[in-house]
């Protein structure tokens, strides 16, 4: 039977089909499982290869029973784009931590002009989540690194500081097992600048 | 070998146990959630045959042969996959198995991408098999290998229900060692009774598999993964799966029968735990089935379908709700959602879909349309595409729209359907068509894959699940051979003549097929598409902000609102804007601008 100490952690990431968030989820599960707890990951893909939105609930702990976070139960968004950051803002405890990665990318009624794109919502999450809102932009930062597609490393190296009790070696251990050789070196750099830039 | 754990997938662990169970011949054909299974098993594990299979009744049709070669075998497929699959599968209940026989069957609750919400439980019911039901990965690896020894030990098909929140999640799992089956290879001719179901002999298996039911039912009373957990015993819930995973993050203080076989139901197991329990509640995703069956043997229950909805996936806060009464509350936000535009998958900058679609659309016909990424043209703003019924009705539904409308109808409608599809199920309509004296139109879109699933290959692409090259079949040849006469070949980006051959054959009084050539999957690697230009951008000058190039939704091109004029004096309300990131330089979007406002970037 479950203790009331038995805490499990629950992360929800969220972003766009493409933007290598099921990758960075695959990220965190190695880092936890070998951290010593049990994990349970579930994603939503499908209908299409690219442009529909992703989301992945994980979470972690000494035992963790169901797949699906409770709504309103996260502790950690981790957003890969900013629209997709805002509609699961009712998921996040009140005292939860959000990171954002400060990229748009317009739905098709954007698009066509049939809708607005939401404006401001860094300072909406700032409103209601004060200074556990951190927002970078990391197609910018991967850029400079030379492969904008690392991005979503550059935000799982920013996401790491959230939790000092894991050592650095062990996210960079779970980056080389889960990438081919041959981009080790970019993500690895991709990782460290995310570090510094939170 | 160490003990090692591995975070799997669902499906990823369905296949190394089909490996550990000594598996040595699988079969599937793509359907989400279901289609990673095959392909972890064709990349892994190299001792299993593996093989796509054109559809899910062919997918269980060659397993059954390996299986009376004394193969252990297992077929993977969706919910609506056994649909098709069910003819053989419903007589391979009675004539039973040699080699282990365990057919996956993955549901999908709440539709996240299939044409219906069905609980496949009452498959098991309706062809008398045994089911299994995991809940997280460690049981889809424990509960596959479990099964191949019920195959055996009932000689029986055992199907294993996957759903999207186990399939698609992924947990620890100890990995364990291959251990071949004992079930010698080898044909035994004498077995006539068993494998041959004409009347008199299907009249003995009818016997057996009921008595067969009956040996299940004992079994699934003293099952290991039917597990009862008491604790405080004023209530007790009755859950598989996910949803027991989701009742007892909810309610950890209460009992719980967990049931890993879901089908036959343990009965004395169930009657037990009743004297256990005071009130017994039930929490099931989807259909009321063990409601309806503990209900029939007599017992009451407190509470299941009465609150717990019976369509949608469900999720741990959907029975906290339902059970507790009182609505979750959400932090105090005042963003709604439901306000903020939607994201649904849209069809891939530079598709070939989207071109051919938008043909049809100036052509205003009719589409009798079927599964596949091009399903998605009939949201806005294409919104060409007009049904979408099951793999391969298409051709079927144009033909008979046809017949009613007869002459009258020429040029008005057409099926449309991708080449996977028509292997899938295609071909059997065609041949109707043509003998039937139809006079139907039938586009087949060959994007040289399965799109729609994640790219898997099939008879068409010219290779196997395990990347040999293989026969490619040339569908010319093929639709020539069922009796069409009238076949015509269209490169989709050339829009004014796939227009005009698409108008010419929709008006031949005869049956004719149209084949995409030049238009492989935009996101296909091994084909290296590559454009005449690398993007295209806008000339503001000459962009009077008409919006026509928005009409075919392609997600380079968006609308940036602000009056202005254009150089030679026409005022405009906004312009459109190329996001050359995204832009592939497919050119579609420049054949419909009239102002000549398109034109090529370069890097």
Redesign the interface.
């Known amino acids: 039977m479950m203790k009331k100490n038995d805490k499990v952690t629950n992360i929800f990431l969220s972003g766009v089909g493409g933007q290598g968030t099921i990758l960075a989820s695959n990220i965190l599960t190695e880092v936890f499982l070998n951290a010593g707890y049990d994990v349970k990951k579930s994603e939503v893909h499908g209908m299409a290869q690219r442009g529909g939105d992703v989301t992945t609930h994980f979470r972690f702990g000494k035992k963790v029973y169901s797949p699906l976070i409770k709504y309103g139960d996260v502790d950690f968004l981790l957003s890969f784009e900013l629209l997709e950051s805002l509609r699961y803002i009712n998921w996040v405890k009140a005292d939860g931590k959000i990171l954002i990665n400060k990229q748009e990318v317009f739905p098709p009624a954007v698009n066509l002009g049939l809708a607005k794109y939401p404006q401001g919502v860094e300072e909406v999450f700032k409103k209601y989540f004060k200074e556990n809102v951190n927002v970078i932009n990391g197609q910018e930062i991967a850029g400079k690194l030379g492969n904008v597609q690392a991005a979503n490393v550059v935000l799982i190296g920013a996401f790491s500081k959230f939790f000092p009790e894991i050592k650095e070696a062990a996210w960079i251990n779970a980056i080389k097992g889960l990438m081919k050789e041959k981009l080790h070196e970019l993500n690895i750099k991709a990782f460290n600048e995310g570090r510094k830039a939170l | 070998m160490k003990k090692e754990?591995k975070?799997l997938q669902g499906n990823s662990a369905i296949a190394r146990g089909a490996w550990e169970a000594g598996v040595k011949f699988a079969s599937a054909y793509p359907g989400?959630?279901s289609s990673e299974i095959l392909q972890e098993i064709a990349d892994n594990y190299p001792d299993i045959y593996a093989e796509w299979s054109p559809n899910e009744k062919v997918a269980v049709e060659v397993a059954s042969g390996a299986s009376i070669a004394g193969a252990r075998v297992m077929a993977s497929m969706k919910h609506v996959g056994l649909n098709v699959a069910s003819d053989p599968f419903m007589t391979l209940a009675y004539t039973g198995i040699k080699g282990g026989m365990v057919i996956v069957v993955a549901d999908d609750p709440n539709v996240?991408?299939s044409q219906n919400e069905q609980d496949s439980r009452n498959w098991a019911r309706f062809a008398k098999v045994p089911m299994l039901e995991p809940g997280?990965a460690q049981e889809c690896k424990d509960f596959t290998k479990i099964a191949f020894d019920i195959s055996e030990e009932f000689d029986t098909p055992v199907l294993l229900r996957g759903e999207?929140?186990?399939s698609?999640?992924?947990?620890?799992v100890v990995l364990e060692d291959r251990k071949e089956s004992k079930i010698p290879i080898g044909l035994d001719p004498k077995n006539a009774t068993k494998y041959v179901m004409v009347p008199a002999y299907v009249r003995v298996r009818r016997k057996f598999i009921e008595e067969r039911m009956r040996k299940l039912e004992a079994y699934a009373d003293g099952f290991k993964f039917n597990k009862m957990e008491i604790?405080d015993p004023s209530i007790g819930i009755i859950a598989s799966g996910?949803s027991y995973?989701?009742a007892?993050?909810v309610f950890?203080?209460y009992s719980f029968l967990k049931l890993g076989m879901i089908w036959p139901l343990p009965k004395k197991m169930i009657a037990e735990f009743y004297k256990k329990v005071k009130r017994v509640i039930i929490v099931e995703e989807l259909d009321p089935f063990f409601e309806t069956e503990i209900k029939a043997m007599g017992y009451k229950v407190f509470h299941g379908k009465d609150l717990i909805p019976n369509m949608y996936e469900l999720?741990?806060?959907i029975i906290?709700q339902a059970l507790k009464g009182k609505k979750?509350?959400?932090?105090k936000?005042k963003?709604k959602?439901e306000d903020?535009?939607?994201?649904?998958?849209?069809?891939?900058a530079g598709c070939s879909h989207r071109a051919l679609f938008y043909a049809l659309k100036k052509l205003g016909t009719f589409v009798f349309g079927d599964i596949g990424?091009y399903t998605?043209t009939a949201?806005?703003?294409l919104q060409a595409l007009h049904t979408c019924i099951c793999m391969g009705a298409g051709i079927g539904g144009a033909h008979g729209a046809m017949k009613v409308f007869g002459k009258e109808g020429l040029g008005k409608m057409c099926a449309v359907l991708g080449d996977s599809t028509f292997l899938h199920s295609g071909v059997a309509p065609l041949m109707d068509v043509v003998y039937n004296k139809g006079n139907s139109t039938t586009i087949i879109l060959d994007n040289r894959i399965t799109?729609?699933?994640?790219h898997q290959e099939h008879a068409g692409t010219g290779f196997t699940v395990r990347q040999e090259s293989t026969n490619m079949v040339d569908y010319e040849v093929l639709v020539k051979a069922l009796g069409v006469k009238s076949i015509k070949k269209v490169d989709p980006y050339k829009l004014e003549e796939t227009t005009k051959i698409i108008k010419e054959e929709l008006a031949k009084d005869e049956p004719s097929v149209i084949i995409t050539v030049n238009s492989p999957c935009i996101?296909l690697k091994r084909a290296n598409r590559k454009f005449k230009n690398p993007f295209f951008v806008i000339n503001e000058d000459n962009c009077r902000g008409c919006?026509m190039c928005?009409e075919i939704?392609?997600?380079a091109?968006?609308?940036r609102?602000g009056a202005g004029a254009t150089k030679d004096g026409h005022k405009r309300k906004?312009t459109v804007f190329i996001d050359k990131?995204v832009c592939v330089g497919c050119d579609i979007c420049t054949q419909i601008c009239k102002y000549e406002a398109i034109v090529p970037g370069k890097r």
Do not use: F, Q
């Open positions: 754990i975070v989400t959630p996240h991408s997280d999207t929140r186990v698609h999640s992924d947990s620890p604790n996910v995973l989701y007892k993050e950890p203080e999720s741990p806060e906290e979750y509350k959400a932090p936000i963003i959602p903020l535009p939607r994201r649904p998958p849209n069809l891939c990424c998605l949201a806005p703003p799109g729609m699933t994640g996101m919006k928005l939704g392609c997600p091109i968006s609308w609102e906004g990131g």
